[in-house]
């Protein structure tokens, strides 16, 4: 079923006086004017997407900011109409998880155009938004197949399981695993499709490469940790997870305890509350009128048994 979300995070006028910094003035207002921001999702689907939306959630509401958030439910045009929509409500800025790089670059124009700062969160688009904050999606990609490369001695069979076809993280994560590839010229890239992110796709789809290539397959890399479980679950009911590597990102709790169980090697650790809490606290910035940065990334971190401990909550 669909399920668009609807968030307002809104403090009576009755308690407002609860929330006063020693100015009198909440950190999210200007004047006596509430800041309102809209924020579009990707999808509500994926679980790291979630943890995003739920910091900035989190943080909007300690900050005194009224949130109205919806799900773009992977569709870049249903993006951009949402976009279109905080634009006619007025909202103070957008902050957007961008469906695609190519086609939901018209929102960011939009809003530009209608004076409204647009912050991308995540992802990228071509249009240049006000300011992004996310990671280097390269780099996550180099992590997890150096990590493959070397546990394989620079020789073996990979398989490679896309994110959604034409969104920065897809993009920018094969460009990694392919410049890791050239590097060992020993290590063959056999076959790579999307999974779209989503752990059922990945599970079919890993039961056709078995299929395909049985055990001629050394290791996977897939591109998110939905991924990541869903071709451990396949391998797994093969008689397989043994005699191949399985590595991901985004280190989501599941995949984390899989990595302690030993059914996912590894996993690379994308820090979603730094993402929303960045995102929320430069929405107030800019809104402010104060200085902010235009680009922030924040680190990604290969998890492995060895140092499980430090992102188990």
């Excluded at 929102?107 to 071509?126: H, W």
């Excluded at 993009?171 to 590097?183: C, F, N, T, V």
Aim: hydrophobic share 40%.
């Amino acid at each position: 079923m669909r399920r668009i979300y609807f968030i307002s995070l809104f403090i009576p006028v009755l308690f407002s006086g609860c929330n006063q910094s020693s100015s009198g003035e909440k950190t999210g207002e200007t004047g006596d004017k509430k800041l309102t921001v809209g924020v579009t999702m990707l999808s509500m689907q994926n679980e790291f997407i979630v943890n995003v939306s739920d910091e900035i959630e989190k943080k909007a509401q300690e900050s005194g900011v009224e949130l109205i958030t919806v799900d773009a439910e992977r569709s870049a045009l249903k993006q951009i109409e949402q976009v279109e929509s905080f634009i006619a409500q007025k909202v103070d800025v957008i902050i957007m998880n961008p469906c695609e790089v190519e086609a939901s670059s018209p929102a960011v124009t939009k809003a530009l155009a209608a004076n409204i700062p647009i912050i991308n969160v995540n992802s990228e688009t071509t249009a240049k938004p006000s300011a992004f904050i996310g990671s280097d999606d390269v780099e996550s990609a180099r992590i997890a197949m150096k990590f493959i490369a070397e546990k394989l001695g620079g020789k073996g069979n990979v398989v490679m399981m896309h994110g959604y076809m034409g969104q920065a993280a897809q993009i920018k994560r094969e460009q990694g695993a392919r410049e890791i590839l050239k590097q060992y010229p020993n290590l063959k890239l056999i076959a790579h499709q999307t999974g779209e992110w989503d752990r059922a796709k990945a599970m079919s789809l890993m039961e056709n490469w078995i299929q395909s290539y049985g055990t001629t397959i050394n290791a996977v890399f897939a591109q998110n940790d939905e991924m990541g479980m869903g071709a451990v679950k396949a391998l797994t009911d093969a008689g397989l997870k043994d005699k191949v590597i399985v590595v991901s990102i985004d280190a989501i709790p599941d995949a984390l305890q899989a990595v302690k169980k030993g059914t996912l090697d590894a996993t690379v650790f994308q820090n979603a509350e730094q993402q929303g809490a960045k995102a929320i606290e430069t929405a107030i910035k800019i809104a402010k009128g104060e200085a902010y940065e235009k680009e922030t990334l924040i680190p990604f971190q290969l998890v492995t048994k060895q140092n499980l401990a430090k992102f188990m909550k």
